[in-house]
């Protein structure tokens, strides 16, 4: 159960309470005015985040190496859309868990990452494998 979904509304109500015992309704309104600040803080980071993977191609990522090297467990769906800069292809079914979304580079080396309940659980590094040499270009040659 995540705890964030009940500790925030209750610090939120608690901060109002606190604002109104000690200074009336001015410390509500001041309590009020944080909390909105702090909700806007957030919203306005989500739609920076979203207008610059707005301007990209869904999936892509300038390095899958250097993303794969700058993941760690843990982080939130939303921090790694910052560091790709685009929106995850999602390959899994919309809405269940847990979320699995690839982003590729131009060499087509690409990372899969696995998400449950927006967090970053365990992603892949696959790089292609490079072509092999064509047994006609190794061919011998008859000698006279």
Not at 48 to 55: F, R, T
């Given at each position: 159960m995540n705890l964030r979904k009940i500790f925030v509304p209750?610090?939120?109500i608690a901060l109002v309470v606190f604002g109104y015992t000690s200074y009336g309704w001015p410390g509500v309104a001041a309590a009020g005015g944080g909390l909105l600040?702090?909700?806007?803080?957030?919203f306005t980071r989500l739609m920076?985040?979203?207008?610059?993977?707005?301007?990209r191609p869904v999936g892509y990522v300038g390095s899958a190496v250097m993303l794969n090297a700058k993941l760690r467990p843990g982080v939130n769906l939303l921090h790694v859309v910052a560091m790709t800069r685009s929106l995850g292809q999602q390959l899994s079914p919309v809405d269940e868990q847990p979320e699995i979304f690839r982003?590729?580079?131009g060499s087509h080396s690409h990372?899969?990452?696995?998400f449950r309940?927006?967090?970053l659980v365990k992603?892949?590094?696959v790089r292609p494998t490079p072509p092999q040499?064509?047994?006609e270009s190794a061919s011998t040659t008859p000698t006279p």
């Open positions: 209750l610090g939120a600040m702090w909700a806007l803080l957030h920076n985040v979203l207008k610059k993977a707005a301007d982003w590729t580079d990372v899969s990452c696995e309940g927006g967090k992603w892949e590094l040499d064509t047994p």
